[in-house]
């Protein structure tokens, strides 16, 4: 994005907590994907008590039980509850999301914001961010499952090498724009320090454009770590997570569809509920799209 | 009009004739090349069976050695000479005749430091192998090896045409193998397909087959699909004739699918186990693996888990496996309660959470495996029964193409394979001796009376003497709980009912062997 664009923007336009979230529940399908998440998310923190089962506890006389008024998603391939099995798999799933997005948001975030105020380093971090975005997340996931073994540290890290790149030009896109303006430049005139003008006038200047990104990114990125997931390459049983949980019922969906689609229905509700809440954010903290 | 017509019809039956010519077989994996003395990779294994020969063939019995390349044989009293008569009719893919010289070729090149053969002890100590005269070859040992005949008829002992091997160098099984078998080497494009052609000259099958060639198809194509429910549905769609390699939870639908036969191969030894490396703390006490051992119902995990393909395995060596020992049978029962007894005895004390702890350590063993379906979900289910005794198996599947470097070290506490053996004696060789450590014996155990029975058994003269060492090696093995032996897995052919008369066969998951009888 060129300076030029950035420039020609008109100000922003402030917007207060509370009017964030009056138009957020003015928009019904924003509301509806806000209240799904919220649910989702509560089921999740509070899995140990909602769960009707140990979702570790397999049982080979009750295998590939159909979801019925003991279990009603089913059991799987080990006789373990599905119903209680989605909710620590959604557990997992969105903790892998969140942890992908705050570090490489964060990781990002530097880089850019860095590459935009010492433009001696633009080059270089952007270079780095070229090569990091030539490499497919599903790719270095499964490069560093084959090297360290298998596990939630290795798609942690392949979410977060996802994340990094996007959201280093994102967020240096917005600090060159803010590097163009009349305070930024005051700043320097009167002698404040570099480290107090990246973090109080760049930053806090560009952080709400990061944050909206990282809310639309959020969704791509569970669907990432799904995927890894599903290959393999994530939670290792018995822990459970909604993409290994998919995989798990693929081969048993002539006799025990419920296995691989009830999990894969999760993955789908969860990524479509944060797909439509991070447009609906984006609506309500993008100036361009106020105006 | 009508003369296009005829040229349609001509064409189509012309097409028809063609496809009849050719089967069309499906395997999931390649290997990496075709010379089979460098490998222990059974992807190699079934390719390799196919375009060469073994101087004894095994008889669907899985235990006889009986006559091929040679003809007959004779064995000195002290068990070191064997002396092979060759058949004078046979030859090689390139038309070269087969010679006494390309037998003692052959195992001269097994031995030599350059090829590093794996499996290059299933041939004995070999002092010298000459030719006598054009078909007669003199096999010396230093040592006598009782299970020498059988042990011939394994792959890795196919005989090679040392013109052939010469000329190819380093490119050797890569860019073409010739061999005196019942299909040639014709062309392979790595993890894509391998095509092999009729030899025509071929008349000399073994006994075991009623046709002694050649082969009734032209052409054989092996096309490589990777993906387990794309063979299914291939299989399921007649997209081919027959394959070896057919997930075992598909097994119920291909045997209700009108158009496909599921063929058992029968006797059939490939033990699931899993093994304990006894140097590393938290499985060096005997009653530790004997307590995971008995935790588990291996009849629940076959019907289960492998859904009635695979039978419980109690023993490391099945009851109908050459050198068995019937007395191992009750070392290995099920028994829960007495598990949980055992980790008490040895220490291990149920924690909050419920898994046991000593001195601080949580008992939660790391397990590697191969990512393949049965090894993964089998050892998901034992995780299950073990957490009910406070055991937390912690699992780690490795990619096929890295877990072979990850379990030749030394960082874990069990792992696991599946694994296709002969009899008693080609199993625990391999795995037991001393001189195996760290791989394949990664249990490292190290121990001089198993290294003496198993050199003993090695060098007996008779079966009778071999079966009385095997039987003491069985012994000491399972009573120290080295291995869990939890599935004999079944190996089943899936085809296309058009094809008529394939007899499955169990050598080293073969199934196809050498197809001599199979026809549309």
Known sequence: MSVETLNALPAPVPVGRAGVLRRLMRDKVAAVAAVALT??????????????????????????????????????????????????????TLMLGLVGVLIGGMLGGVLGILAAFY???????????????????????????????????????AL??????????????????????????????VGVSDSTLIWRYLTLNCISTIFVFLTLRFGQIILIGSALGFLGMGAQPPTAELGMMAAQGRDFLFMAPHIATIPSLAIFVIVLAANLLGDALRDVLDPRLQQ | MIKAFVSAAFALALAGTASAQTLNMMKGIDAPHYDAQRTTWGPTSDIVNMFQDTLVALDWDGKTPIPYLAKSWTVSPDGKLYTFKLRDDVSFCSGKKFTAEDVAYTFKRLKSPEIKGPYAWRAGTIKDVRAADPYTVEYELSEPFSELLLLLTMFTNVILNKDNVEALGRDYGIKGADGTGPW????????????????????????????????????????????????????????????????????????????????????????????????????????VREAMSVAIDRAAIAKSILLGNADPAFTIVDPAALDHDPKTAGIVTQDAERAKRL??????????????????????????????????????????????????????????????????????????????????????????????????????????????????????????????????VQQKVMREHLWMPVLNINMHTVSNKKLKNYRPHMIYQNTFYKGLDASF
Request: charged residues 20%.
């Open chain 2, 343 to 472: 980790l008490d005895e040895a220490g291990w004390k149920p924690g909050a959470d419920g898994i046991r702890e000593k001195d601080g350590v949580k008992l939660a063993p790391r397990v590697y495996y191969t990512a393949n379906a049965n090894s993964a979900r089998v050892a998901e289910a034992i995780q299950g029964y073990l957490r009910k005794v406070g055991v937390d198996w912690k699992l780690q599947p490795w990619d096929s193409t890295i877990a072979p470097v990850k379990m030749a070290e030394q960082d874990y506490e069990i792992w696991s394979v599946t694994v296709p053996y002969l009899s008693a004696g080609d199993l625990m060789n391999i795995y037991f001796d001393s001189a195996n450590i760290p791989t394949p014996n990664r249990m490292n155990w190290k121990d001089a009376e198993t290294d003496q029975w198993l050199k003993q058994g090695r060098s007996a003269l008779t079966p009778e003497e071999r079966a009385r060492y095997y039987a003491m």
């Open chain 2, 184 to 287: 040639c080497l014709d062309s392979w494009q790595p993890r894509t397909h391998i095509t092999l052609k009729r030899h025509d000259a071929y008349k000399w099958g073994p006994s075991m087959y009623q046709n002694k060639g050649p082969v009734k198809f032209e052409k054989l194509v092996i096309k490589i699909v990777p993906e387990d429910s794309s063979r299914v549905a291939a299989m399921l769609g007649s997209q081919f004739d027959t394959t070896h390699q057919f997930p075992s939870q598909f097994i119920a639908q291909a045997k209700a699918a009108p158009t496909l036969t599921v063929q058992e191969a029968k006797p059939n030894f490939q033990l699931l186990y899993f093994g304990f490396k006894t140097t590393r703390p938290m499985v060096a006490d005997k009653r």
């Open chain 1, 119 to 157: 433009p001696r380093l633009d080059g270089w971090i952007m270079r780095l961010v070229d090569v990091m975005l030539a490499f497919p997340a599903i790719l270095i996931g499964l490069a560093v499952a084959a090297i360290f073994g298998a596990g939630l540290t290795a798609v942690v890290i």
């Open chain 1, 160 to 189: 977060v090498v996802a994340t990094v790149p996007d959201v280093a030009r994102v967020a240096r896109g917005a600090a060159v724009g803010v590097m163009g303006q009349e305070f930024m430049e005051a700043g320097r005139a």
């Open chain 1, 39 to 92: 649910l989702i998310a509560l089921a999740a923190v509070f899995a140990p008590l909602i769960a009707p089962y140990d979702p570790y506890f397999t049982d080979l006389t009750k295998v590939m039980q159909p979801p019925g008024e003991q279990h009603w998603f089913g059991t799987d391939n080990t006789g373990r509850d599905i119903l209680s099995r989605v909710i620590y798999g959604t557990r997992n």
